[in-house]
């Protein structure tokens, strides 16, 4: 099942807002987990998360509509305390599980790892250039193992 992107980005800002290291996630970091929770559910699920296309821009995957709804935020982090989504039971598991991982890294940090996987270097880089969700599906099967 897919889900609106930005009920995802709000699941994730939620988080950040809620966990120990008292560090809001920035919009960078943002789309950049955004791609992490999109490419496992690909590969866990045969499915995506959410149906918008992720773009290979200079500094990583970005889900345009994303960006520019949080761009007037800079590089300051943004909190979240509305309602968040509930997923299902396997992808509530999932979805912490990524960001158990992804989650501690920085922005930076998360951009370096981006630029060295398959689904970014394998996509021209620009605005409008789509990184393939079936890129993404075959890359993250292989992280699951």
């Given at each position: 099942?897919?889900?609106p992107v930005?009920?995802?980005?709000n699941?994730i800002?939620?988080?950040?807002?809620?966990d120990?290291?008292?560090?809001l996630?920035s919009?960078?970091k943002l789309?950049k987990?955004?791609?992490?929770m999109?490419?496992?559910?690909?590969?866990y699920f045969n499915?995506?998360?959410f149906e918008?296309d992720?773009?290979?821009?200079m500094y990583?995957?970005v889900?345009p509509?994303?960006?520019e709804?949080f761009q007037?935020?800079g590089n300051?982090g943004?909190?979240?305390?509305?309602?968040?989504?509930?997923?299902?039971?396997?992808e509530?598991?999932?979805?912490?599980e990524v960001?158990?991982?992804?989650g501690?890294y920085?922005?930076?940090?998360?951009?370096n790892?981006?630029?060295?996987e398959?689904?970014?270097?394998?996509?021209?880089?620009?605005?409008?250039?789509?990184?393939e969700?079936?890129?993404?599906?075959t890359f993250?099967?292989?992280?699951?193992?």
């Amino acid at each position: 099942m897919s889900y609106p992107v930005l009920d995802i980005a709000n699941k994730i800002l939620a988080r950040g807002s809620s966990d120990d290291s008292g560090e809001l996630i920035s919009n960078l970091k943002l789309q950049k987990l955004l791609y992490y929770m999109q490419g496992f559910h690909l590969a866990y699920f045969n499915e995506p998360l959410f149906e918008e296309d992720i773009e290979a821009w200079m500094y990583g995957p970005v889900v345009p509509s994303m960006y520019e709804r949080f761009q007037d935020n800079g590089n300051k982090g943004i909190s979240y305390s509305g309602n968040v989504l509930a997923l299902t039971p396997e992808e509530e598991k999932l979805f912490n599980e990524v960001y158990k991982v992804y989650g501690v890294y920085s922005a930076i940090g998360l951009m370096n790892l981006t630029h060295n996987e398959m689904p970014w270097k394998s996509t021209n880089i620009g605005k409008g250039n789509v990184i393939e969700k079936n890129k993404m599906r075959t890359f993250f099967k292989k992280r699951l193992k």
